[in-house]
Antibody, heavy 120, light 109 residues
Framework: QVQLVESGGGVVQPGRSLTLSCAAS????????MHWVRQAPGKGLEWVAL????????HYADSVKGRFTISRDNSKNTLYLQMHSLGAEDTAVYYC?????????????WGQGTLVTVSS | SSELTQDPAVSVALGQTVSITCQGD??????ASWYQQRPGDAPVLVMY???NRPSGIPGRFSGSRSGNTASLTITGAQAEDEADYYC????????????FGTGTKVTVL
C-alpha cells in the first residue's frame, strides 16, 4: 500500500537549519510529483513547495523562497526539504503529499507529518 | 498570488445537507480539490476534478463549480463528517504554485 513517512522534525533554534525527509513506498516514486505542505499550530494548511517527478522543476511559496530547498532522490524513494534561516513563523507540522492530476494537482496521499518547532 | 476564501464555520443537523464554498479567481481556470482533516490527523482527499471521489469516500460527498466558486456538498451528514475542510487549487497567476483555502469547520449537530 502507498505509504509516506516523514522524519527529521524537532526543536531548532531561530536562524538555524533543518532537513526533513519523506520516505515513500508502495508506488513508483520516480513517476510522481511531490509536494510539501505545512500547518502551524491551530492554523490552516499552507502549501510550501513542489518538485516534479524527475526533480527537473521546483516551485516554492513566497514565504519560503530563497530559504527552503526541495529535492528528491529517486534511487532512495525519498523526498527532502532543506530549511535554512528558520524563524518562529516556520513552526508547523510538515506533511509530504503525492501529486496527481493535470493541469492542476491534487494530493491523493499524505504522510502523517513531522513537527518542526523553532524556539530558543 | 491567488487566494481562496472559505466560510470559517458551518453547522448541519445529523442527516441533513450542507454545502461548503470556496471562492477565488484561480477557480475560473482550475478545479478545486477538497481535503477533510479531523483533529490530530493528516488531511484526506475527499473530492477532486469536476466531481470525483477517491476510493473509500462515501457517496454523500459531491462537488461542483460555478464561475469562481467551488462547492463541496455533504448530503445526509454523519457524525464522522465533523471536521475541518480545505479547498486547494493551482495558482492562476502563471506560476506552478498552489494555494489552500482558509478552511471551514463543519459541526454536525
Amino acid at each position: 500500500q502507498v505509504q509516506l513517512v516523514e522524519s527529521g522534525g524537532g526543536v531548532v533554534q531561530p536562524g538555524r537549519s533543518l532537513t526533513l525527509s519523506c520516505a515513500a513506498s508502495g508506488f513508483t516514486f520516480s513517476t510522481y510529483g511531490m509536494h510539501w505542505v505545512r500547518q502551524a499550530p491551530g492554523k490552516g494548511l499552507e502549501w510550501v513547495a513542489l518538485i516534479w517527478y524527475d526533480g527537473g522543476n521546483k516551485h516554492y511559496a513566497d514565504s519560503v523562497k530563497g530559504r527552503f530547498t526541495i529535492s528528491r532522490d529517486n534511487s532512495k524513494n525519498t523526498l527532502y526539504l532543506q530549511m535554512h534561516s528558520l524563524g518562529a513563523e516556520d513552526t508547523a507540522v510538515y506533511y509530504c503529499a503525492r501529486a496527481q492530476g493535470r493541469p492542476s494537482h491534487y494530493f491523493d496521499r499524505w504522510g502523517q507529518g513531522t513537527l518542526v518547532t523553532v524556539s530558543s | 498570488s491567488s487566494e481562496l476564501t472559505q466560510d470559517p464555520a458551518v453547522s448541519v443537523a445529523l442527516g441533513q445537507t450542507v454545502s461548503i464554498t470556496c471562492q477565488g479567481d484561480s477557480l475560473r481556470s482550475y478545479y478545486a480539490s477538497w481535503y477533510q482533516q479531523r483533529p490530530g490527523d493528516a488531511p484526506v482527499l475527499v473530492m477532486y476534478g469536476e466531481n470525483n471521489r477517491p476510493s473509500g469516500i462515501p457517496g454523500r460527498f459531491s462537488g461542483s463549480r460555478s464561475g469562481n466558486t467551488a462547492s463541496l456538498t455533504i448530503t445526509g451528514a454523519q457524525a464522522e463528517d465533523e471536521a475541518d475542510y480545505y479547498c486547494n487549487s493551482r495558482d492562476s497567476s502563471g506560476n506552478h504554485n498552489y494555494v489552500f483555502g482558509t478552511g471551514t469547520k463543519v459541526t454536525v449537530l
